[in-house]
């Protein structure tokens, strides 16, 4: 299965061995300093991010990365008696395909009022243009077993991400509808 569109979630999780090839930091707008790991994500991710976070800007619009890659390791010490926290191993953080996202007009807070910023909005219109989903949707968590998070984006190709964009599926709702993801047929970042 293409790593780009693997279901990840409590039934689908990731080995504790499991680290992505090619992390990288390119330099995408963070609330976190150099060096630090969370500024990581796969690389053909890195660079879907920063075109979209280029674009929003040329709208003059300030999306900014908080929490990019996090390893089995940090995650257990994240949820770590936090019942919020996904699980290690379920989380999609630790594939290098999850970005979350905020603004300065709520001071780069991952909370639902993100939704109302004219960032969080455009996000919402616009993150499948560059291969994302807003991967824990409102009114989902049935489904997904997530909250709704506006700000948790994930990378799944641009031809994926306009199908469930234009369906409202969630990857669950597609996995369980369809079966088996879109081919990609996007040529690899090197």
Not at 8 to 30: M, Q, R, S
Not at 39 to 66: D, F, M, N, V, W
């Amino acid at each position: 299965m293409n790593l780009y569109t693997r279901l990840i979630n409590k039934d689908h999780p990731l080995p504790p061995d499991y680290v992505p090839e090619n992390l990288t930091d390119i330099g995408i707008p963070f609330d976190a300093p150099c060096g630090d790991p969370k500024r990581l994500l796969e690389i053909r991710t890195a660079h879907a991010a920063l075109t979209l976070i280029q674009a929003a800007q040329k709208e003059s619009l300030i999306i900014t990365g908080i929490s990019g890659y996090r390893s089995y390791k940090r995650q257990q010490q994240l949820s770590t008696g936090n019942p919020y926290v996904a699980s290690p191993g379920t989380s999609e953080h630790q594939s290098g395909l999850a970005l979350d996202v905020s603004c300065p007009s709520i001071q780069y807070q991952l909370i639902p009022e993100f939704a109302e910023t004219p960032e969080g909005k455009w996000l919402k219109r616009n993150a499948s243009l560059y291969g994302f989903i807003i991967r824990y949707p409102a009114n989902k968590e049935p489904i997904t077993g997530i909250p709704w998070e506006p700000w948790h984006i994930r990378y799944v190709t641009r031809p994926l991400a306009g199908c469930l964009a234009l369906t409202g599926l969630t990857l669950e709702e597609y996995y369980s509808t369809f079966g088996a993801p879109l081919q990609n047929p996007e040529p690899e970042i090197t």
